[in-house]
């Protein structure tokens, strides 16, 4: 297959080398066109240690030389998606191309998934949209982890097929038929974390941690079941256990973000010194403005929001959590 990965970040490289090594036509795309040319030509990826590039991967500084794949791979940060495919209205080479998602997050002000994005921005036709998620950190998929995600598509059928193209003995691949329960688990799990960071940042330990991954599980499922996503979904590989990794692993950038709002510092501060893109901060404002279209109560979610966008102490925000009337579980 010949496969366009959109987004030269750390997943998107790593995606382009998986890919590659499973024998498609591969090429990276970044809207940087100098960080581009200086990965063409000493094949390393400035935030991943002890990774080449195949020398088979094509680097392009030109969005329009990636349109004519059968296959367009979106890695790119959530609150650019919008602003990259916008480059792509103009090309008629779209028309039967297969876009498989494989970033995680919610657009803000809209609450657009990034399928509907994609629909609503490209008017593509919904069966051509795929959502590749589940735990898997590009820092372990490179060294060839044992890795499990899922890949879904609104027709099941569909997703059996693609599921083949990324498969290889280190990378298994699920199939699912919930477009939607997909992308609300790797969504909502970033926020979970930065929750995880913050009570590891504090000092707390096990209890604390198991109490919150397993109620905030709660909150994503809450909030999956009313928009129309499938329990078993959330409670699957790309719920479930992309949490897990997320909320746990010295990999995670929202952890990270979490404990060091945990130790006191102000985000401004935080972001400004990461070099990568902690997609659970912005999910945050989009999960808040769910909740509440859709009559949900999220309490974690609420106080996350409440300590990264009002500025609430986050001893406060788990007083308040622990506080709450007592209910049946």
Same mark, same amino acid.
């Given at each position: 297959?010949?496969?366009?990965?959109?987004? /030269?970040?750390?997943?998107?490289?790593?995606?382009?080398?998986?890919?590659?090594?499973?024998?498609?036509?591969?090429?990276?795309?970044?809207?940087?066109?100098?960080?581009?040319?200086?990965?063409?030509?000493?094949?390393?990826?400035?935030?991943?240690?002890?990774?080449? $590039?195949?020398?088979?991967?094509?680097?392009?500084?030109?969005? +329009?030389?990636?349109?004519?794949?059968? !296959?367009?791979?979106?890695?790119?940060?959530?609150?650019?998606?919008?602003?990259?495919?916008?480059?792509?209205?103009?090309?008629?080479?779209?028309?039967?191309?297969?876009?498989?998602?494989?970033?995680?997050?919610?657009?803000?002000? @809209?609450?657009?998934?990034?399928?509907? =994005?994609?629909?609503?921005?490209?008017?593509?036709?919904?069966?051509? =949209? $795929?959502?590749?998620?589940?735990?898997?950190? %590009?820092?372990?998929?490179?060294?060839?982890?044992? @890795?499990?995600?899922?890949?879904?598509?609104?027709?099941?059928?569909? /997703?059996?097929?693609?599921?083949? =193209?990324?498969?290889?003995? $280190?990378?298994?691949?699920?199939?699912?038929?919930?477009?939607?329960?997909?992308?609300?688990?790797?969504?909502?799990?970033?926020?979970?974390? !930065?929750?995880?960071?913050?009570?590891?940042?504090?000092? $707390?330990?096990?209890? %604390?941690?198991?109490?919150?991954?397993?109620?905030?599980?709660?909150?994503?499922?809450?909030? %999956?079941?009313?928009?129309? /996503?499938?329990? @078993? @979904?959330?409670?699957?590989?790309?719920?479930?256990?992309?949490?897990? /990794?997320?909320?746990?692993?010295?990999?995670?950038? +929202?952890?990270?973000?979490?404990?060091?709002?945990?130790?006191?510092?102000?985000?401004? +501060?935080?972001?400004?010194?990461?070099?990568?893109?902690?997609?659970?901060?912005?999910?945050?404002?989009?999960?808040?403005?769910?909740?509440?279209?859709?009559?949900?109560?999220?309490?974690?979610?609420?106080?996350?929001?409440?300590?990264?966008?009002?500025?609430?102490?986050?001893?406060?925000?788990?007083?308040?959590?622990?506080?709450?009337?007592?209910?049946?579980?």
């Amino acid at each position: 297959m010949k496969i366009s990965v959109i987004g /030269a970040g750390t997943w998107g490289a790593c995606l382009s080398n998986l890919l590659a090594e499973n024998g498609h036509d591969v090429a990276i795309w970044g809207r940087n066109s100098q960080s581009i040319n200086a990965m063409e030509s000493s094949l390393k990826h400035p935030n991943l240690k002890n990774f080449t $590039y195949s020398e088979n991967i094509k680097f392009l500084t030109d969005i +329009n030389d990636a349109l004519d794949s059968e !296959i367009l791979v979106i890695a790119v940060a959530t609150s650019s998606v919008r602003s990259v495919i916008s480059k792509m209205e103009s090309t008629n080479k779209l028309i039967k191309s297969k876009f498989v998602i494989a970033s995680k997050g919610i657009e803000n002000d @809209t609450c657009f998934t990034i399928s509907e =994005i994609l629909e609503n921005t490209l008017s593509i036709d919904r069966e051509l =949209i $795929y959502v590749l998620s589940g735990p898997s950190h %590009a820092e372990e998929v490179i060294q060839k982890h044992p @890795t499990t995600v899922v890949i879904a598509n609104s027709l099941i059928s569909n /997703a059996r097929e693609m599921q083949n =193209i990324f498969s290889n003995k $280190y990378f298994r691949v699920y199939s699912s038929d919930d477009l939607l329960g997909v992308q609300l688990g790797g969504s909502i799990k970033n926020v979970i974390a !930065i929750a995880a960071g913050i009570c590891s940042g504090m000092g $707390y330990g096990d209890n %604390a941690l198991s109490a919150l991954t397993v109620r905030g599980l709660e909150e994503i499922s809450h909030l %999956a079941n009313k928009m129309g /996503a499938k329990k @078993t @979904t959330v409670f699957g590989i790309s719920g479930c256990g992309d949490l897990i /990794a997320t909320a746990f692993s010295k990999h995670s950038r +929202n952890r990270f973000v979490g404990e060091r709002l945990g130790n006191g510092e102000s985000l401004d +501060n935080i972001l400004v010194q990461m070099n990568m893109v902690a997609e659970g901060v912005n999910t945050t404002k989009s999960i808040q403005q769910l909740s509440v279209q859709n009559d949900i109560q999220m309490p974690i979610c609420n106080e996350i929001y409440n300590i990264i966008f009002n500025n609430k102490k986050p001893d406060e925000a788990i007083g308040d959590l622990m506080s709450r009337e007592l209910v049946d579980e």
